[in-house]
Protein backbone atom coordinates (compact mmCIF):
# COMPACT_ATOMS: atom_id res chain seq x y z
CA UNK A 1 0.00 0.00 0.00
CA UNK A 2 1.03 3.36 -0.37
CA UNK A 3 -0.20 6.51 1.34
CA UNK A 4 -1.37 9.68 -0.44
CA UNK A 5 -1.59 13.06 0.14
CA UNK A 6 -5.57 12.64 0.28
CA UNK A 7 -7.18 12.60 3.11
CA UNK A 8 -10.32 10.98 4.73
CA UNK A 9 -13.70 12.85 5.03
CA UNK A 10 -13.88 11.32 8.30
CA UNK A 11 -10.84 12.58 9.58
CA UNK A 12 -9.24 9.42 10.29
CA UNK A 13 -5.81 10.15 8.21
CA UNK A 14 -4.08 9.70 4.97
CA UNK A 15 -6.14 7.15 2.36
CA UNK A 16 -3.73 4.21 0.84
CA UNK A 17 -3.82 3.51 -2.68
CA UNK A 18 -5.13 -0.35 -3.30
CA UNK A 19 -5.76 -1.98 -6.37
CA UNK A 20 -9.25 -2.88 -7.48
CA UNK A 21 -9.53 -4.84 -10.74
CA UNK A 22 -7.81 -2.23 -13.60
CA UNK A 23 -7.89 0.38 -11.85
CA UNK A 24 -6.62 1.63 -8.47
CA UNK A 25 -8.53 3.64 -5.89
CA UNK A 26 -7.93 5.39 -2.69
CA UNK A 27 -8.60 3.49 0.36
CA UNK A 28 -8.94 4.75 4.17
CA UNK A 29 -6.96 1.84 6.25
CA UNK A 30 -9.59 2.67 9.38
CA UNK A 31 -12.88 3.22 8.14
CA UNK A 32 -12.54 1.35 5.24
CA UNK A 33 -14.44 4.27 2.89
CA UNK A 34 -13.10 4.55 -0.43
CA UNK A 35 -12.31 7.22 -3.07
CA UNK A 36 -13.16 6.61 -6.78
CA UNK A 37 -11.95 9.22 -9.19
CA UNK A 38 -13.45 10.11 -12.31
CA UNK A 39 -13.92 6.22 -13.95
CA UNK A 40 -13.00 4.05 -11.26
CA UNK A 41 -16.24 3.57 -9.97
CA UNK A 42 -17.73 1.92 -12.94
CA UNK A 43 -14.43 0.25 -13.41
CA UNK A 44 -15.19 -1.28 -9.97
CA UNK A 45 -19.01 -1.76 -9.68
CA UNK A 46 -20.41 -1.72 -13.36
CA UNK A 47 -21.29 0.85 -15.99
CA UNK A 48 -24.71 1.78 -14.09
CA UNK A 49 -22.61 3.61 -11.12
CA UNK A 50 -22.11 6.51 -12.87
CA UNK A 51 -23.12 9.70 -10.45
CA UNK A 52 -24.69 11.36 -12.93
CA UNK A 53 -27.27 9.27 -13.45
CA UNK A 54 -27.85 9.35 -9.77
CA UNK A 55 -27.89 13.40 -9.59
CA UNK A 56 -31.03 13.22 -11.42
CA UNK A 57 -33.00 12.34 -8.43
CA UNK A 58 -34.96 15.09 -7.04
CA UNK A 59 -32.66 14.23 -3.66
CA UNK A 60 -29.95 15.23 -4.41
CA UNK A 61 -28.59 18.11 -1.33
CA UNK A 62 -25.78 20.08 -2.20
CA UNK A 63 -23.08 20.91 0.27
CA UNK A 64 -23.52 22.16 3.40
CA UNK A 65 -20.48 23.31 5.48
CA UNK A 66 -21.19 20.14 7.70
CA UNK A 67 -20.69 17.85 4.45
CA UNK A 68 -17.53 15.81 4.29
CA UNK A 69 -14.80 17.27 2.84
CA UNK A 70 -13.47 16.13 -0.85
CA UNK A 71 -10.24 13.85 0.03
CA UNK A 72 -8.69 15.99 -2.96
CA UNK A 73 -9.26 19.80 -0.54
CA UNK A 74 -11.90 20.60 -2.58
CA UNK A 75 -14.61 21.47 0.16
CA UNK A 76 -17.75 20.20 1.12
CA UNK A 77 -19.44 17.46 -1.09
CA UNK A 78 -22.92 16.64 -2.90
CA UNK A 79 -25.22 14.32 -1.21
CA UNK A 80 -26.33 11.77 -4.18
CA UNK A 81 -28.97 8.90 -3.82
CA UNK A 82 -27.75 5.66 -5.52
CA UNK A 83 -31.12 5.11 -7.43
CA UNK A 84 -34.07 7.11 -7.76
CA UNK A 85 -36.00 5.55 -4.88
CA UNK A 86 -37.14 6.58 -1.23
CA UNK A 87 -34.48 5.51 1.35
CA UNK A 88 -31.74 4.74 -1.24
CA UNK A 89 -28.42 4.29 0.42
CA UNK A 90 -26.02 8.22 -0.38
CA UNK A 91 -23.02 8.89 -1.34
CA UNK A 92 -21.05 11.85 -1.65
CA UNK A 93 -19.55 13.66 -4.77
CA UNK A 94 -17.05 16.56 -4.98
CA UNK A 95 -18.61 18.98 -7.72
CA UNK A 96 -15.07 20.10 -8.76
CA UNK A 97 -13.15 17.07 -9.35
CA UNK A 98 -16.18 14.71 -9.71
CA UNK A 99 -14.83 12.33 -7.33
CA UNK A 100 -17.11 10.65 -5.30
CA UNK A 101 -16.65 8.92 -1.18
CA UNK A 102 -18.53 5.86 -0.34
CA UNK A 103 -18.41 4.79 3.04
CA UNK A 104 -17.75 0.91 4.03
CA UNK A 105 -21.51 -0.26 4.58
CA UNK A 106 -22.98 1.77 1.51
CA UNK A 107 -19.46 0.37 -0.40
CA UNK A 108 -20.83 -3.09 0.74
CA UNK A 109 -24.28 -2.14 -0.07
CA UNK A 110 -23.77 -1.27 -3.85
CA UNK A 111 -21.37 -4.24 -4.04
CA UNK A 112 -23.53 -7.20 -3.13
CA UNK A 113 -26.12 -5.78 -5.89
CA UNK A 114 -23.58 -5.88 -8.72
CA UNK A 115 -20.84 -7.30 -10.21
CA UNK A 116 -17.06 -6.35 -8.92
CA UNK A 117 -13.71 -6.97 -8.66
CA UNK A 118 -11.97 -7.10 -5.29
CA UNK A 119 -10.34 -4.40 -3.73
CA UNK A 120 -7.00 -6.07 -2.66
CA UNK A 121 -4.49 -4.86 -0.13
CA UNK A 122 -0.49 -5.07 -0.77
CA UNK A 123 1.26 -5.64 -4.11
CA UNK A 124 0.18 -7.26 -7.26
CA UNK A 125 2.40 -8.29 -9.92
CA UNK A 126 0.34 -6.12 -12.35
CA UNK A 127 1.03 -3.43 -10.62
CA UNK A 128 5.10 -3.82 -9.69
CA UNK A 129 5.14 -4.23 -14.08
CA UNK A 130 3.26 -1.18 -14.26
CA UNK A 131 5.19 0.83 -11.68
CA UNK A 132 8.61 -0.57 -13.15
CA UNK A 133 7.21 0.80 -16.70
CA UNK A 134 6.31 3.65 -15.50
CA UNK A 135 9.43 4.63 -13.56
CA UNK A 136 11.64 3.91 -16.77
CA UNK A 137 10.35 5.38 -19.54
CA UNK A 138 8.05 8.16 -17.83
CA UNK A 139 5.22 7.06 -19.75
CA UNK A 140 1.30 7.62 -18.38
CA UNK A 141 -1.19 5.54 -17.65
CA UNK A 142 -5.35 6.57 -17.94
CA UNK A 143 -6.64 5.50 -14.74
CA UNK A 144 -10.02 4.97 -16.68
CA UNK A 145 -11.83 6.89 -19.37
CA UNK A 146 -13.47 4.29 -21.64
CA UNK A 147 -14.47 4.98 -25.04
CA UNK A 148 -18.18 4.40 -26.35
CA UNK A 149 -17.12 2.88 -29.36
CA UNK A 150 -13.89 1.07 -31.29
CA UNK A 151 -11.22 3.56 -32.36
CA UNK A 152 -10.95 1.66 -36.10
CA UNK A 153 -9.05 5.05 -37.55
CA UNK A 154 -6.36 4.61 -34.68
CA UNK A 155 -6.02 0.96 -34.26
CA UNK A 156 -5.63 1.42 -38.88
CA UNK A 157 -3.00 4.10 -38.78
CA UNK A 158 -1.12 2.27 -35.53
CA UNK A 159 -0.90 -0.49 -37.87
CA UNK A 160 0.20 0.72 -40.48
CA UNK A 161 2.73 2.34 -39.10
CA UNK A 162 3.88 -0.89 -37.86
CA UNK A 163 3.33 -2.48 -41.18
CA UNK A 164 5.57 0.50 -43.17
CA UNK A 165 8.58 -0.18 -40.38
CA UNK A 166 8.60 -3.49 -40.68
CA UNK A 167 8.34 -3.99 -44.49
CA UNK A 168 11.57 -1.43 -44.80
CA UNK A 169 13.34 -3.23 -42.40
CA UNK A 170 12.99 -6.05 -44.56
CA UNK A 171 14.56 -4.49 -47.61
CA UNK A 172 18.33 -4.54 -47.67
CA UNK A 173 19.69 -1.60 -46.40
CA UNK A 174 20.29 0.95 -49.49
CA UNK A 175 17.25 0.12 -50.02
CA UNK A 176 15.48 0.85 -47.38
CA UNK A 177 17.93 4.16 -46.72
CA UNK A 178 16.55 5.49 -50.43
CA UNK A 179 12.62 4.49 -49.88
CA UNK A 180 13.57 6.44 -46.36
CA UNK A 181 15.10 9.72 -48.01
CA UNK A 182 12.12 9.66 -50.38
CA UNK A 183 9.29 9.68 -46.93
CA UNK A 184 10.86 12.10 -45.31
CA UNK A 185 10.89 15.41 -45.39
CA UNK A 186 13.62 17.09 -46.37
CA UNK A 187 13.97 21.36 -45.79
CA UNK A 188 16.11 22.49 -48.65
CA UNK A 189 14.01 20.10 -50.95
CA UNK A 190 10.73 21.19 -49.81
CA UNK A 191 11.75 24.85 -50.21
CA UNK A 192 12.57 24.26 -53.97
CA UNK A 193 9.11 22.87 -54.75
CA UNK A 194 10.47 19.15 -54.43
CA UNK A 195 8.95 15.99 -52.44
CA UNK A 196 5.45 18.44 -51.79
CA UNK A 197 3.75 14.88 -50.39
CA UNK A 198 6.29 14.30 -47.64
CA UNK A 199 4.90 16.36 -44.80
CA UNK A 200 2.34 13.80 -44.67
CA UNK A 201 4.27 10.69 -45.74
CA UNK A 202 7.19 11.91 -42.95
CA UNK A 203 4.55 10.52 -40.21
CA UNK A 204 5.44 6.43 -41.32
CA UNK A 205 9.03 6.98 -41.12
CA UNK A 206 10.97 6.34 -37.80
CA UNK A 207 14.27 6.22 -36.50
CA UNK A 208 14.11 3.04 -34.61
CA UNK A 209 11.70 0.64 -32.32
CA UNK A 210 11.90 2.88 -29.43
CA UNK A 211 10.62 5.92 -31.97
CA UNK A 212 8.02 3.51 -33.07
CA UNK A 213 6.83 2.31 -30.01
CA UNK A 214 6.87 5.10 -28.16
CA UNK A 215 4.77 7.11 -30.55
CA UNK A 216 2.16 4.49 -30.77
CA UNK A 217 2.11 4.15 -27.05
CA UNK A 218 0.83 8.07 -27.07
CA UNK A 219 -1.31 7.63 -30.33
CA UNK A 220 -3.37 4.47 -28.97
CA UNK A 221 -3.41 6.20 -25.36
CA UNK A 222 -4.86 9.50 -26.16
CA UNK A 223 -5.97 9.46 -29.24
CA UNK A 224 -8.94 6.00 -28.83
CA UNK A 225 -10.61 8.81 -26.67
CA UNK A 226 -10.19 11.93 -29.02
CA UNK A 227 -11.58 9.85 -31.88
CA UNK A 228 -14.31 8.80 -29.40
CA UNK A 229 -15.39 12.47 -29.28
CA UNK A 230 -14.52 13.92 -32.78
CA UNK A 231 -15.69 10.84 -34.87
CA UNK A 232 -13.78 9.63 -37.54
CA UNK A 233 -13.78 12.07 -40.12
CA UNK A 234 -12.83 15.34 -37.98
CA UNK A 235 -10.45 12.91 -36.23
CA UNK A 236 -8.51 12.07 -38.90
CA UNK A 237 -8.51 15.71 -40.54
CA UNK A 238 -6.72 16.71 -37.31
CA UNK A 239 -3.93 14.24 -37.68
CA UNK A 240 -3.48 15.80 -41.15
CA UNK A 241 -3.23 18.72 -40.41
CA UNK A 242 -1.18 18.56 -37.65
CA UNK A 243 1.42 16.42 -39.43
CA UNK A 244 1.30 19.54 -42.22
CA UNK A 245 1.47 22.54 -39.72
CA UNK A 246 4.38 20.06 -37.81
CA UNK A 247 6.63 19.53 -40.61
CA UNK A 248 6.55 23.36 -41.80
CA UNK A 249 7.12 24.21 -38.12
CA UNK A 250 10.33 22.06 -38.36
CA UNK A 251 11.30 23.57 -42.03
CA UNK A 252 10.71 27.04 -40.60
CA UNK A 253 13.14 25.94 -37.75
CA UNK A 254 16.02 24.01 -39.42
CA UNK A 255 17.14 26.44 -41.86
CA UNK A 256 18.13 25.30 -45.57
CA UNK A 257 19.91 21.97 -44.14
CA UNK A 258 19.74 18.46 -45.63
CA UNK A 259 19.01 16.05 -42.22
CA UNK A 260 15.04 14.27 -43.13
CA UNK A 261 12.48 14.65 -40.68
CA UNK A 262 10.66 11.54 -39.93
CA UNK A 263 7.77 10.05 -37.68
CA UNK A 264 4.14 10.22 -36.00
CA UNK A 265 5.33 12.72 -33.86
CA UNK A 266 3.85 15.54 -34.76
CA UNK A 267 -0.40 13.96 -35.46
CA UNK A 268 0.25 12.23 -32.08
CA UNK A 269 1.20 15.49 -30.66
CA UNK A 270 -2.43 16.95 -31.97
CA UNK A 271 -4.45 14.16 -29.78
CA UNK A 272 -2.45 14.98 -27.02
CA UNK A 273 -3.57 18.59 -27.01
CA UNK A 274 -7.07 17.63 -27.89
CA UNK A 275 -7.11 15.54 -25.19
CA UNK A 276 -6.00 17.95 -22.42
CA UNK A 277 -9.44 20.18 -23.74
CA UNK A 278 -11.76 17.66 -23.75
CA UNK A 279 -10.73 15.57 -21.00
CA UNK A 280 -8.98 17.61 -18.37
CA UNK A 281 -9.90 16.22 -15.36
CA UNK A 282 -9.00 12.70 -16.49
CA UNK A 283 -6.54 11.44 -14.04
CA UNK A 284 -3.35 9.69 -15.05
CA UNK A 285 -1.17 7.51 -13.33
CA UNK A 286 2.32 8.79 -12.99
CA UNK A 287 5.75 8.04 -11.54
CA UNK A 288 7.64 10.91 -10.34
CA UNK A 289 11.54 10.97 -8.40
CA UNK A 290 9.99 7.02 -7.32
CA UNK A 291 6.47 8.36 -6.00
CA UNK A 292 3.57 6.56 -7.70
CA UNK A 293 0.81 10.01 -8.41
CA UNK A 294 -2.44 10.37 -9.96
CA UNK A 295 -2.32 13.65 -11.62
CA UNK A 296 -5.33 15.65 -13.75
CA UNK A 297 -4.58 15.11 -17.64
CA UNK A 298 -4.23 19.25 -18.00
CA UNK A 299 -1.58 18.89 -15.86
CA UNK A 300 0.59 16.35 -17.23
CA UNK A 301 0.04 17.30 -20.85
CA UNK A 302 0.55 21.06 -20.04
CA UNK A 303 4.67 19.87 -18.29
CA UNK A 304 4.91 18.01 -21.43
CA UNK A 305 3.97 20.31 -23.76
CA UNK A 306 6.63 22.86 -22.12
CA UNK A 307 9.03 20.42 -22.02
CA UNK A 308 8.96 20.91 -25.82
CA UNK A 309 9.52 24.39 -25.95
CA UNK A 310 12.33 24.11 -23.70
CA UNK A 311 13.79 21.28 -25.70
CA UNK A 312 13.47 23.62 -28.91
CA UNK A 313 15.21 26.83 -26.93
CA UNK A 314 17.69 24.76 -25.70
CA UNK A 315 18.58 23.23 -28.81
CA UNK A 316 18.41 19.79 -28.08
CA UNK A 317 19.38 17.55 -31.24
CA UNK A 318 17.52 14.73 -32.78
CA UNK A 319 14.14 15.87 -31.53
CA UNK A 320 11.44 17.38 -33.86
CA UNK A 321 10.61 19.23 -31.18
CA UNK A 322 8.75 22.21 -33.66
CA UNK A 323 6.97 19.38 -34.68
CA UNK A 324 5.48 18.35 -31.48
CA UNK A 325 4.44 21.81 -30.71
CA UNK A 326 2.68 22.51 -34.18
CA UNK A 327 0.95 19.37 -33.84
CA UNK A 328 -0.35 20.33 -29.88
CA UNK A 329 -1.46 23.57 -31.50
CA UNK A 330 -3.51 21.84 -34.05
CA UNK A 331 -5.24 19.43 -31.26
CA UNK A 332 -5.83 22.87 -29.33
CA UNK A 333 -7.68 24.39 -31.81
CA UNK A 334 -9.49 21.87 -32.95
CA UNK A 335 -11.02 20.42 -29.47
CA UNK A 336 -11.48 23.92 -28.75
CA UNK A 337 -14.00 24.36 -31.77
CA UNK A 338 -15.55 21.65 -31.11
CA UNK A 339 -16.21 22.31 -27.90
CA UNK A 340 -17.67 25.60 -28.59
CA UNK A 341 -19.56 23.87 -31.09
CA UNK A 342 -21.35 21.68 -28.25
CA UNK A 343 -21.98 24.53 -26.18
CA UNK A 344 -23.48 26.20 -29.61
CA UNK A 345 -25.63 23.48 -29.72
CA UNK A 346 -27.01 22.98 -26.29
CA UNK A 347 -27.68 26.55 -25.98
CA UNK A 348 -29.84 27.09 -29.36
Not at 198 to 227: C, D, K, M, Q, R
Request: charged share 15%.
Amino acid sequence: MNATSRVCPQGHGALTVVPAGSVEVDRCPHCEGVFFDPGELAATLGADANPEVWGRDPSVRPPDPYAPCCPVGHGPMWRLPTEPAPGAPLVHACGDCRGVWIDSATLQALRARAPTVPMKEGITASTVGRYVMQLVSLMPVEVSNPVHRRPWATWSLAASMVAVYAALHLLPDAARLRWEAMLVVNPSELRHGFGLLTPITYAWIHAGVVHLLSNLYFFVVFGANVEDRFGRARYLAMLGGAALLGALFEVASLGDVPPGVGGASGAVASALGAYMVLFPKTKLHVVVAFVPLKVPAALYLLFWAALQVFGYLRHSPGIAWLAHVGGFLVGLAAAGISRFESRARVAS
